[in-house]
């Protein structure tokens, strides 16, 4: 399991773009990039995943440059509901089971 | 589908005190998991299960029994409860392979005085 890094928090104002960026320098060439997303007081949730380049859904964006050694999150024109703990995770896709999380990035949006 | 759930959401217990956590899946999931979480930390896991009948130890397993005797249900055992198994308590569930998506319960919140 490649070992991550990122920011412990961030502050954005309501409207703003926030970029979230994690360093995965020793990442394994069948490594995914996933993020999760937890509010307080409930549990994690799955917003996106990655392999190389550029992902969209509704929710965000993740980008992930050639070398793949970082990815960064994109929430476009952030909300008070966006308030929450953004943990960036990368795996192995062949014969691992266990997703660790670290302590993520916790994101505060002000009014 | 109801999803992940978790019973019961709140408890109190008294040291040395056994409990059990349940944890149940409507999806047929193969994969499920239990993670605590303590203030300021991550997630940190303690069992999983890959299959009914398989169960494996993950990071912080000590005071801790599971086993999975159907694909839905994968109830967490505290032995004999310590104050140092306060925390948040989550379940979680996934189709299979890692880069599946991974469901989480909404937790339940443990005291052990």
């Known amino acids: 399991l490649a070992k991550t890094t990122q920011p412990i928090s961030m502050d954005s104002y309501e409207g703003q773009e926030v970029n979230i960026t994690c360093s995965h320098n020793n990442i394994a060439t069948n490594d995914y990039i996933t993020w999760y997303q937890q509010f307080p007081s409930q549990g994690p949730r799955f917003i996106i995943q990655?392999?190389?380049t550029k992902v969209t859904n509704e929710v965000a964006s993740l980008f992930i440059p050639a070398d793949r050694k970082s990815s960064t999150l994109s929430l476009p024109r952030v909300s008070l509901s966006d308030t929450a703990v953004y943990y960036c995770?990368?795996?192995?896709?062949?014969?691992?089971?266990?997703?660790?999380f670290g302590k993520g990035t916790k994101l505060s949006v002000i009014p | 589908n109801a999803g992940v759930t978790q019973t019961p959401k709140f408890q109190v217990l008294k040291t040395g005190q056994s409990m059990t956590l349940q944890c149940a899946q409507d999806?047929?999931?193969?994969?499920m998991s239990w993670y605590r979480q303590d203030p300021g930390m991550g997630l940190r896991l303690i069992h999983y299960s890959v299959g009914a009948g398989i169960t494996d130890q993950g990071e912080v397993p000590n005071g801790y029994n599971v086993s999975r005797s159907t694909t839905e249900d994968f109830p967490l055992r505290l032995l004999s409860a310590a104050p140092s198994q306060t925390s948040v308590y989550f379940c979680?569930?996934?189709?299979?392979?890692?880069?599946?998506?991974?469901?989480f319960g909404p937790g339940t919140r443990l005291l052990v005085l």
């Open positions: 995770l990368s795996y192995s896709g062949a014969g691992s089971y266990q997703l660790t």
């Open positions: 979680a569930s996934r189709r299979g392979a890692i880069q599946e998506t991974q469901y």
């Open positions: 990655g392999y190389k």
């Open positions: 999806m047929n999931h193969e994969y």
